[in-house]
């Protein structure tokens, strides 16, 4: 068994959300598609919540959760050249 130390407490309030356009940031968000007018929508719910029915804005009730990614965006650093380790003894 590994002895792990704790070196700093980080609080979770003290990492920033993107803005995600709802009301509130820290909940997540979830699409679904209703089935009868096939539209999209999407919900902020808590996770416990997540599999619970959602009705569409139109009232259908006939819905499914979609599965949904995230993009993410920006450059990095160039990968160092020098084989599989980049450290030049391989290759």
């Known amino acids: 068994m590994r002895n792990i130390r704790v070196l700093r407490h980080i609080h979770p309030d003290s990492f920033p959300l993107p803005p995600s356009g709802g009301d509130n940031p820290r909940m997540p968000t979830y699409a679904y598609r209703c089935r009868d007018c096939t539209g999209t929508f999407e919900l902020q719910r808590p996770m416990a919540e997540s599999a619970a029915p ?23 650093a160039s990968a160092p050249s020098g084989g599989c380790c980049g450290g030049g003894c391989c290759g």
């Open 54 to 76: 959602a009705p569409c804005p139109e009232g259908h009730t006939d819905t499914v959760k979609l599965l949904t990614t995230v993009a993410l965006t920006g450059s990095a």
